[in-house]
């Protein structure tokens, strides 16, 4: 694999780590995905959603999402309750920038998940796993 200078085992930090973040979040995730942007201001279409992880996660619990992203955005919360969408919300972007989500559930906790909207998604140059030639 290239870049990887050492590997070792795990002494449970790391596992540890992730088992509590886990926890917290309630196996929760926020996501993002982009597309070129129709807006000619804009340099992406952006939608920001929910996904639970694949064995453990469920949205059943959460009954809105309620999103942040900051000044540009008017300093405005954005809250929705479309489960069958993961609670999505669209924009669009010229910049990268954060997100915060407080994930409201049903027995009335919340917690808050962020997400950095970056733009570094896309198509890796052919090779890019390619071990360097001895």
Known sequence: VRGIIEVREDDGTFRDSRS???AEFRNLFLVHRIAP???????YDVIIYLVPSLKYGSLSGVVA???YMGTYWGRKVFRSIDRATGF???TAAYAPFTCTGRVCFSDGTTTYL???VDFEMGQLPPGSFRQPDA
Do not use: M, N
Not at 37 to 43: F, G, K, N, T, V
């Open 20 to 22: 509590q973040f886990k």
């Open 37 to 43: 942007s129709e807006d000619p201001d804009q340099l």
């Open 65 to 67: 999402v309620e999103y």
């Open 88 to 90: 999505l919300i669209a």
């Open 114 to 116: 962020h997400r950095y």
